[in-house]
């Protein structure tokens, strides 16, 4: 029987086992035998967030070098590499500050170390099994080997068959431990080509980063996870070297592993692999507090691109209870064809052509933002847009959400809890998640039970509360 | 509280589970030969049957969680828009979801299916539209009673009918915004030139749309033998058959069989187009023919591409243009097979000064695939695709949804069953082979979109203008 059914009598929640390692890896099984594949996500407690000042992108950075290899992995001989590594870093390093002189670099110079440093990494090359990393997986039949950084954590996941966890135990363990920084300034250039793509050639992407630098002016959410183009343009091997010395241990690290698997197998393979990894002292940067916004701030960005806008509120992140009620707000707003601005802003009004809600950007380890994000109608312009927006906002505080209209809400946070079960990924993802910002994997479990209880007051008192004028944030594009 | 339960738990493991803890640094053996067990998986099996009005249905129960999943293809994709009249499939499709039906107003159908948090949404491709339906199993009952409505007794509201061109009218002029969308879509537009393929929606064409348009391609296409159904979830197959031929079927009227669409005929002669925007980066696409899902080269063909750009961080176009050159962040090639006629591209997205440098390198790469590919580069690629097949069975939704397309696209009925093992039995020579046969420079059609700098770069390539 391929198809063994997931037991329904036991609760979800009572068949998720979770463990600490002694050296403080927190281990989340749980077993699926849906079909004979695995989720495997491991999570570290230190993203975008955790950078210093002038130095951003770091985290983003070292997650493509954590593809790179190890000591053992990607090299064909890791001693002579060392030497030319050390050249490598050298090199690029001294062309860095040529460079950074601006006008008054020498070109001469410039076009030495450029060459030098090519013919290094030309000599760096004969020495490397590149991409090995991708290799074996892709080789094992892996799907979805991928990393992705945030402003709170850094992950990184892979779907195998199941038959081969020893594979991904095998990699990850020594990844965590000595991942070796080759190709690196090649690596920053497609870095800074990703920024390109993704910030500089895309309006959207630009306006979310100008958004983020109004919504917040001290603390570190401010700033872009992929970084400043600057700073991306300095970082220098140290920088992600310390970074990971500082955060890649067991101690700050969540594992959660979902699907055909026998747990107690696979906790012994866990230790095996991972349990001689040692504990690090995990020191964050002071992160100042960010102070509550004392009147609204807007923000224009005059670029060629259709007119869009950004509108955000802060809030406080989850577990606080006002952070259930944004949800269910959220859900009101824009979740599905009747929601409220859907229903009247795209249809009725005509005055939207998208328009969306998102509760806790762009992190939730801090006070996060509430926003809606929407863009004009042909012909219609943001000014009109926004002021209806608030209309919207409006009826939230002033009268009680009808009984249907908030069960209907429910329903479908309920629902999208129970399609989110269907895979396991979104099931691996979600465990680790939660352990990882909350430091409690059992916030899903109890999750629908507390935004069973929110009551139209709450909805009321919650957009009186935050979704006020003083604290708006708003950043549009504008044809110049 | 909740914490300190949490801890408890945890302490209590504790006991037992003390790791083992070995030297600092454990030295393990090469990760690329560990031993692993054999993989023994049966996938279930799905049921398939034709229904007495010519509707298929592809079935799988499965009762994990209380959820059921209806896809119904429908062949009435774009390609099959009347010319002049591009937009017409995916508009019709649209407002048979908004417009109301039956009794019900197009915002009744809404709350409704909200208050259920019932999804039920048209998905347009060129082929077909598909028909997604996810709902709470306790729901089923009262959403198919909609769901029956909107295909039955459509009421194609005008309101509803003018949103829905203005939305899409918007998202036409929003590509612009967007250099990679832009240009994929142009690309698409030109290479398909003169054929359903290539006609997209514009403007123009979404204003000469008439509500009698769409009453008229909804007739033509929404009837029984042009349905093809897939089912997977919390309920039986008695329970679907009664839904489909009770409900939704009975004493629906089929309409003459649609006939196939021609394969496209290609461009003869090599062009290179190149649109100007003022953007940071280049986008440069290539397109060529290559073999169709039915010809025997279909095989060689997915490894030939595998190896050249879409397998990964070590496929020869990754590795070569974004990992060792530093070029590109987003690089690759695509294949898109289709039962009588296929397409093989590579792209780039670069800086505007990169763009020339990009595209020799990635033409480089396919002149040496000529030469020979090797026979380990062949068993990777065999291995990672064959390894990996099993995630097609991840959930009883993907293993009725792959079959019933197959189907509609008019795959051969083996082509699943058989597909491992004509993959294991492609060998070196005959990749090399289907290299040398198709990846013809005459034959490849190049488009960028980009800066002066980037089009003067391409000798002959011809400005192309777009209007929304």
Redesign the interface.
């Known amino acids: 029987m391929?198809?063994l059914?997931?037991s329904?009598d036991i609760p979800l929640e009572k068949r998720v086992q979770?463990?600490?390692?002694?050296?403080g890896l927190k281990v989340i099984i749980l077993e699926r035998h849906?079909?004979?594949?695995v989720a495997l996500y491991l999570t570290y407690r230190a993203g975008a967030v955790d950078e210093e000042e002038g130095k951003t992108g770091i985290a983003h950075f070292l997650e493509h070098m954590m593809?790179k290899g190890t000591k053992?992995?990607g090299t064909r001989n890791y001693e002579k590499e060392k030497r030319l590594l050390r050249k490598i870093w050298q090199t690029g390093k001294r062309l860095d500050r040529e460079l950074k002189r601006g006008a008054k670099a020498e070109q001469n110079k410039v076009a030495r170390l450029q060459e030098a440093l090519s013919s290094l990494q030309r000599q760096h090359?004969k020495w490397v099994r590149?991409?090995e990393i991708?290799?074996?997986?892709?080789?094992?039949?892996?799907?979805n080997?991928n990393a992705s950084t945030g402003q709170d954590l850094t992950t990184y996941h892979v779907?195998l068959?199941?038959?081969?966890i020893?594979?991904w135990a095998?990699?990850e363990s020594?990844r965590m431990?000595d991942t070796v920084l080759r190709?690196f300034?090649?690596?920053?250039?497609?870095?800074l080509?990703?920024r390109?793509?993704t910030k500089?050639?895309?309006?959207?992407g630009a306006l979310y980063e100008e958004f983020m630098s109004i919504a917040f002016l001290r603390h570190p959410y401010r700033r872009p996870i992929i970084g400043f183009g600057e700073d991306i343009a300095h970082i220098q091997p140290e920088d992600l070297l310390r970074f990971k010395r500082n955060f890649y241990a067991p101690n700050n690290a969540t594992i959660a592993i979902v699907g055909d698997v026998d747990a107690k197998k696979v906790?012994f393979m866990v230790?095996?692999?991972f349990?001689?990894l040692?504990r690090a002292p995990i020191v964050r940067p002071d992160i100042p507090v960010e102070p509550a916004p004392n009147g609204e701030r807007r923000l224009t960005l005059a670029i060629?691109?259709?007119p869009q806008l950004i509108i955000g509120f802060h809030k406080p992140p989850p577990p606080h209870p006002d952070d259930y009620v944004f949800d269910l707000i959220e859900t009101l707003l824009s979740?599905?064809?009747?929601?409220r601005l859907y229903?009247k802003l795209?249809?009725e009004k005509?005055l939207a052509?998208a328009i969306e809600a998102q509760n806790g950007l762009p992190g939730a380890r801090y006070n996060n933002l509430f926003a809606i994000f929407a863009?004009p109608?042909?012909g219609k312009t943001n000014g009109e847009l926004e002021a209806a927006i608030y209309d919207l906002l409006e009826e939230l505080k002033s009268g009680d959400i009808p009984e249907?209209e908030l069960?209907?809400a429910k329903?479908?946070l309920?629902?999208?809890f129970?399609?989110l079960?269907?895979?396991?990924e979104g099931m691996a993802h979600m465990l680790a998640y939660n352990q990882a910002v909350l430091?409690?994997f059992?916030y899903a479990f109890?999750y629908l039970d507390r935004i069973r209880e929110i009551t139209p007051a709450d909805i009321r008192r919650v957009a009186q509360k935050y979704l006020t004028k003083s604290s708006r944030l708003v950043a549009t594009i504008e044809r110049p | 509280m909740?914490?300190r339960t949490?801890r408890l738990?945890?302490t209590a493991?504790?006991i037992f589970?003390?790791?083992?803890?070995?030297?600092?640094?454990?030295?393990?053996g090469?990760?690329?030969r560990?031993p692993?067990?054999?993989?023994?998986?049966?996938?279930?099996r799905v049921e398939k049957e034709k229904l007495p009005s010519g509707t298929t249905l592809f079935f799988l129960e499965?009762?994990?969680?209380?959820?059921v999943h209806i896809s119904i293809y429908v062949r009435a994709g774009s390609m099959y828009d009347p010319p002049g009249k591009e937009g017409l499939a995916e508009l019709t499709a649209q407002v048979m979801r908004?417009g109301g039906a039956r009794s019900w107003k197009g915002?009744e159908v809404?709350?409704i299916?909200?208050?259920?948090?019932a999804q039920v949404e048209p998905v347009s491709r060129d082929e077909m539209v598909i028909w997604k339906i996810?709902v709470?199993a306790k729901d089923l009952k009262a959403t198919w009673r909609i769901f029956c409505a909107l295909m039955r007794e459509p009421n194609f509201e005008p309101e509803?009918i003018k949103?829905a061109l203005?939305?899409k009218?918007?998202?036409l002029?929003?590509i612009?915004?967007?250099?990679?969308r832009l240009a994929f879509r142009e690309f698409q537009r030109l290479y398909f030139q003169g054929n359903a393929q290539g006609r997209l929606p514009k403007e123009e064409s979404l204003a000469s749309i008439t509500r009698e348009d769409i009453i008229a391609f909804y007739r033509r296409h929404y009837f029984p033998n042009n349905l093809t159904v897939a089912v997977s979830g919390d309920i039986t197959k008695g329970e679907i058959v009664s839904l489909l031929q009770d409900d939704l079927l009975r004493s629906w009227g089929n309409q003459p069989p649609l006939l196939p669409l021609p394969p496209p005929v290609w461009r003869s002669e090599k062009r290179r187009d190149c649109l100007l925007k003022?953007?940071?980066?280049a986008v440069v696409i290539t397109g060529q023919p290559a073999p169709a899902k039915t010809n025997p080269d279909y095989y060689a063909f997915e490894i030939l591409d595998f190896i050249l750009g879409s397998?990964?961080?070590?496929s020869r176009i990754?590795?070569e243009v974004?990992?060792?050159?530093?070029?590109?962040?987003?690089t690759g090639s695509f294949y898109r097979a289709k039962s009588d006629y296929g397409l093989f591209g590579t792209y780039v997205?670069?800086?505007n000064k990169s763009a020339p440098l990009a595209f020799s390198t990635i033409k480089h790469i396919l002149e040496e695939a000529k030469k020979g590919i090797e026979a380990k580069e062949v068993v990777?690629a065999q291995?990672?695709i064959?390894?990996?097949?099993?995630?097609d069975?991840?959930?009883?939704?993907q293993i009725v949804e792959r079959e019933a397309e197959a189907y509609v696209l008019g795959w051969p009925t083996d082509f699943w069953p058989k597909y491992p093992q004509r993959i294991t039995q492609v060998r070196a020579a005959s990749v090399t082979e289907v290299a040398r046969k198709y990846l013809i420079p005459e034959k490849m059609q190049v488009f960028i979109l980009g800066k002066e700098e980037a089009c003067a770069s391409f000798p002959h390539a011809e400005k192309v203008k777009v209007k929304p």
């Open positions: 391929p198809y059914a997931l329904e979770s463990f600490e390692l002694s050296n849906l079909s004979p594949t593809f053992t992995i090359r590149s991409n991708d290799r074996l997986y892709t080789e094992a039949g892996a799907i080997v779907n068959p199941a038959n081969k020893e594979l095998r990699i020594e431990k190709e300034y090649e690596e920053r250039n497609v870095i080509e990703e390109r793509q500089e050639a895309n309006p959207q906790l230790k095996r692999y349990g001689s040692q060629q691109a259709s979740g599905g064809r009747a929601s229903k795209v249809e005509a052509q863009r109608r042909d249907a069960e209907a329903t479908k309920t629902a999208d129970i399609r079960q269907e895979s396991n430091g409690n059992r109890t | 909740k914490l949490y738990i945890l493991f504790l589970l003390t790791p083992i803890s070995a030297g600092a640094n454990k030295i393990w090469d990760p690329g560990l692993y067990p054999p993989l023994t998986f049966s996938p279930p499965n009762h994990e969680l209380p959820i908004t915002d809404d709350s299916l909200d208050r259920m948090a996810d709470l509803k949103t203005a939305l009218k918007g998202e002029k929003r612009a915004d967007n250099p990679q003022d953007t940071p980066q397998g990964g961080f070590r990754f590795q974004r990992t060792n050159r530093g070029l590109s962040y987003s997205i670069t800086q990777r291995k990672a064959l390894n990996s097949f099993v995630f069975y991840g959930t009883p939704r």
